[in-house]
């Protein structure tokens, strides 16, 4: 009888411990809180060494402004805010590695990153499955953020820059015989088709693509793709690439051709253009959606916070990533939680006013801004007349 007992007494308290304990095992595997340390750690993904460094150094620089800002009044929920670097070396390899460790060591409430959009697709999937939030301040590729309902950007889709773009050469240079040097990169290629697109569908019957000319992002000889161009009567060259694409074509082009206009990106927009091109890219001009030398009092604080830390002025991107930031921690706030299912659902709430201008995510994540057509006079960046 007594085993009997101590039988049933043994086998009620191994039911209500597995009931308790599978109960807790399920809420913790099932669960989008995020960020039970003493900190809010957001990670900041991008390429902090290499080719590309300037921008995820920028984007990493934008962050721990921002976290400073919000510190110095107290951070958020009762915590600090602390900015967790990963340096993806823009490649979709070292990408996923960072991506999967993010995603194994539930410490992240969300994710600033990554760089160029082929990059950005690679790590999105693992970010999406495992209900991390990643805001893009510089992916353009179309089919980004349709990844999922945790993928955001904050930049414009390709095709709307490029329709700027294509606007300041045809309509702003009144330029017909366009050429187009783009890099191999999926960013490179997929613009490059879209600028094709654009011109075609312009409106303007004059205006064509005379030549295009492919080449290998970082090289330090362009001219045998310059030449093409050139003895095929480009008046007007766009450069699908970033600023250390526009600025080495632009000085080898004006040895051939001192006449030639050159378009680019918001990715060029860099005071690292200025000091890699000098005289050879006074006229370049670009779209951008942030402009550093703006009146708005705002963009003015910022720009001095920023170029008192760091030495240089923000780029576009740079300050896209530093309202990335702003708005995450805004919905993190306002939610009261870092559960990435509630702060998910307040990002698509939310209407923000930052320095790159008023942003609010659509119904799969993007944005829509306006445009500021910018060139550089005297070595320096100013609006277009």
């Known amino acids: 009888m007594k085993k009997k007992l101590l039988s049933a007494v043994l086998t009620t308290a191994l039911v209500i411990s597995c009931l308790s304990g599978c109960g807790e095992t399920e809420k913790e595997e099932g669960s989008s809180e995020r960020n039970s340390g003493e900190t809010i750690q957001i990670a900041v993904a991008g390429p902090m060494t290499g080719d590309n460094a300037e921008y995820g150094i920028g984007f990493a620089n934008a962050a721990e402004l921002m976290a400073k800002e919000w510190n110095e009044k107290g951070g958020v929920l009762g915590k600090q805010i602390e900015i967790v670097k990963f ?6 390899e070292e990408a996923t590695t960072i991506a999967q460790k993010i995603v194994s060591d539930k410490k992240v409430a969300g994710v600033i990153g990554h760089f160029a959009s082929g990059v950005c697709m690679t790590a999105a999937p693992i970010y999406q499955e495992n209900q991390i939030i990643e805001i893009s301040p510089s992916s ?3 089919d980004y953020s349709g990844i999922g309902d945790y993928i955001f950007r904050n930049n414009t889709v390709i095709a709307k820059e490029g329709a700027a773009s294509v606007d300041i050469a045809i309509n702003d240079l009144e330029k017909k015989n366009i050429g187009i040097i783009s890099i191999m990169t999926d960013w490179g290629t997929n613009t490059a088709e879209i600028v094709k697109g654009l011109i075609a569908d312009s409106g303007d019957a004059e205006a064509k ?9 970082g090289s330090d000889d362009y001219t045998s793709a310059i030449t093409k161009l050139d ?24 040895q051939i051709n001192p006449e030639i ?16 091109g000098g005289e050879a890219v006074e006229g370049v001009r670009f779209p951008v959606i942030f ?11 910022y720009v001095e916070a920023y170029t008192a830390e760091y030495g240089s002025a923000p780029s576009a991107l740079t300050s896209q990533a530093y309202d990335s930031v702003g708005m995450l921690l805004t919905a993190i706030e306002e939610t009261g939680s870092t559960d990435s299912e509630v702060v998910k659902a307040k990002l698509y709430e939310i209407e923000y006013e930052g320095v790159t201008g008023f942003t609010k995510f659509d119904s799969i994540g993007d944005v829509d801004k306006e445009f500021v057509k910018v060139t550089i006079q005297n070595g320096k960046f100013v609006k277009m007349n």
């Open 87 to 92: 340096d993806d070396k823009n490649t979709s």
């Open 140 to 142: 353009s590729h179309a």
């Open 209 to 217: 693509v005379v030549a295009h000319e492919e080449v290998m992002e």
């Open 231 to 254: 003895e095929a009567g480009a008046d007007v060259v766009i450069c699908c690439g970033m600023y250390n694409l526009v600025a080495p074509v632009a000085k080898q082009y004006k």
């Open 261 to 276: 206009e050159i378009v680019a990106f918001s990715n060029a927009y860099s005071q690292q253009l200025i000091e890699l």
């Open 291 to 301: 402009f550093s030398e703006s009146e708005d009092e705002n963009v003015r604080n």
